[in-house]
């Protein structure tokens, strides 16, 4: 039989239904298909479906799966390609690169559980989809004759967001890049604290979307920090500027120090400015309106010490685990990151040390130590 990929010969209709007798009638893989979540098939050497687990009935929409057994992974999935060519799934010139066929090729051939990411085309009806589905193949002996074992892991969503990921960091880089060379000839044409403010605040967001590249990336750790001298002015100057019309500022009153360390800092501006703004960031979202929070730095032997004070308590509770990562108070996903990031950029990238007490009649106490070197 003619095919450009895996053979195209099927099972007889009463090898089919011996095959299936076998499946059905085996504990061992009826307790498979029962107990393991996720998406299960069994398959013959034929690469015809034999058995399913009731999430992959669930997932096609039926209760019977009568009338899927006998065809091939391809065919039951709806794939657009399953029918190019009389044999089908397998058959065609585009099951070559198809992850699900390859997986299935390499298990019978004995080598061993092969999992492979096969892009599939669906079609039904008028409705066409993209998938990206995970299959991870392996062969099972039942009677003395080999059987596949398949696990499918629908990764759709997550392929889409790395993609979707990569793209926006593609174009925000650009973007960011323009933007940054536009404030900088804005400052060598306008010597206003204007022109200066709007440079900085293009320097903060190129530096942010380096930081997030490697967030998103699992790499967060290889980010290599710069190392610049700064002062207490020269950041509570930045700081300044970012709250001076911030939302959560809005009738409240930041209490600035009236003097200053004279210590110079070695770090990255950047970094230390994203742990203390996330600082006073807190504090003010925990003070209700007319109330204050206070800012002020303290010199250490080997420290600049960044201080930020308001009145509201942490409950105990949330104490133990104002650090950990995905844990907040506020509701929705992707929140509990801001003081996770605040411990982990300023004691793992900075050197530094964060920390925090707090108390009904102290109020609450935030610490940041930036070491000198």
Same mark, same amino acid.
Request: a negative charge; hydrophobic letters at 40%.
């Given at each position: 039989?003619?095919?450009?990929?895996?053979? %195209?010969?099927?099972?007889?209709?009463?090898?089919?239904?011996?095959?299936?007798?076998?499946?059905?009638?085996?504990?061992?893989?009826?307790?498979?298909?029962?107990?393991?979540?996720?998406?299960? %098939?069994?398959?013959?050497?034929?690469?015809?479906?034999?058995?399913? *687990?009731?999430?992959?009935? !669930?997932?096609?929409?039926?209760?019977?799966?009568?009338?899927?057994?006998?065809?091939?992974?391809?065919?039951?999935?709806?794939?657009?390609?399953?029918?190019?060519?009389?044999?089908?799934? #397998?058959?065609?010139?585009?099951?070559?690169?198809?992850?699900?066929?390859?997986?299935?090729? %390499?298990?019978?051939?004995?080598?061993?559980?092969?999992?492979?990411?096969?892009?599939?085309?669906?079609?039904?009806?008028?409705?066409?989809?993209?998938?990206?589905?995970?299959?991870?193949?392996?062969?099972?002996?039942?009677?003395?004759?080999?059987?596949?074992?398949?696990?499918? +892991?629908?990764?759709?969503?997550? +392929?889409?967001?790395? /993609?979707?990921?990569?793209?926006?960091?593609?174009?925000?880089?650009?973007?960011?890049?323009? @933007?940054?060379?536009?404030?900088?000839?804005?400052?060598?044409?306008? =010597?206003?604290?204007?022109?200066?403010?709007?440079?900085?605040?293009?320097?903060?967001? +190129?530096?942010?979307?380096?930081?997030?590249?490697?967030?998103?990336? *699992?790499?967060?750790?290889?980010?290599?920090?710069?190392?610049?001298?700064?002062?207490?002015?020269?950041?509570? %100057?930045?700081?300044?500027?970012?709250?001076?019309?911030?939302?959560?500022?809005?009738?409240?009153?930041?209490?600035?120090?009236?003097?200053?360390?004279?210590?110079?800092? =070695?770090?990255?501006?950047?970094?230390?400015?994203?742990?203390?703004? *996330?600082?006073? @960031? *807190?504090?003010?979202?925990?003070?209700?309106?007319?109330?204050?929070?206070?800012?002020?730095?303290?010199?250490?032997?080997?420290?600049?010490?960044?201080?930020?004070?308001?009145? =509201?308590?942490?409950?105990?509770?949330?104490?133990?685990?104002?650090?950990?990562?995905?844990?907040?108070? !506020?509701?929705? /996903? #992707?929140?509990?990151?801001?003081?996770?990031?605040?411990?982990?950029? #300023?004691?793992?990238?900075?050197?530094?040390?964060?920390?925090?007490?707090?108390?009904?009649?102290? #109020?609450?106490?935030?610490?940041?130590?930036?070491?000198?070197?």
């Amino acid at each position: 039989m003619d095919t450009h990929f895996a053979p %195209a010969e099927r099972a007889t209709d009463d090898q089919l239904q011996q095959e299936i007798v076998k499946v059905t009638t085996s504990a061992v893989v009826q307790e498979l298909l029962h107990s393991i979540g996720g998406l299960i %098939a069994v398959l013959d050497e034929h690469r015809q479906v034999v058995g399913l *687990n009731d999430s992959f009935l !669930k997932t096609l929409g039926i209760d019977d799966p009568g009338p899927v057994l006998g065809l091939r992974l391809g065919e039951v999935l709806g794939c657009v390609h399953s029918k190019d060519e009389p044999h089908g799934c #397998g058959t065609t010139r585009y099951c070559s690169t198809c992850g699900a066929v390859i997986a299935m090729v %390499a298990a019978l051939k004995g080598e061993g559980p092969v999992e492979e990411l096969c892009s599939l085309s669906t079609s039904k009806g008028d409705m066409t989809a993209e998938y990206a589905i995970m299959v991870r193949a392996s062969t099972l002996k039942l009677e003395g004759q080999t059987f596949i074992l398949l696990f499918l +892991h629908d990764v759709t969503v997550e +392929h889409l967001r790395a /993609a979707l990921e990569r793209t926006f960091f593609h174009d925000m880089g650009n973007m960011f890049t323009g @933007l940054l060379g536009a404030s900088q000839y804005l400052v060598r044409e306008d =010597k206003s604290e204007m022109a200066a403010m709007i440079h900085r605040a293009a320097l903060r967001l +190129h530096k942010e979307l380096e930081i997030q590249r490697c967030l998103f990336k *699992n790499d967060f750790l290889e980010y290599r920090p710069s190392r610049d001298d700064t002062t207490a002015g020269e950041l509570l %100057a930045e700081l300044k500027g970012i709250f001076a019309k911030h939302d959560a500022a809005t009738d409240k009153a930041m209490i600035l120090p009236d003097s200053l360390p004279l210590l110079s800092v =070695k770090t990255d501006k950047s970094l230390a400015l994203r742990v203390m703004s *996330n600082m006073v @960031l *807190n504090a003010l979202e925990a003070t209700e309106e007319h109330g204050e929070v206070k800012l002020w730095f303290e010199q250490e032997p080997d420290a600049l010490q960044f201080c930020v004070w308001n009145e =509201k308590a942490i409950p105990d509770d949330v104490q133990c685990r104002i650090f950990q990562r995905s844990f907040s108070t !506020k509701e929705g /996903a #992707g929140r509990g990151v801001g003081t996770f990031s605040m411990q982990l950029i #300023g004691e793992k990238l900075l050197g530094g040390k964060v920390s925090f007490s707090s108390s009904t009649t102290q #109020g609450t106490l935030f610490k940041f130590q930036i070491p000198v070197h």
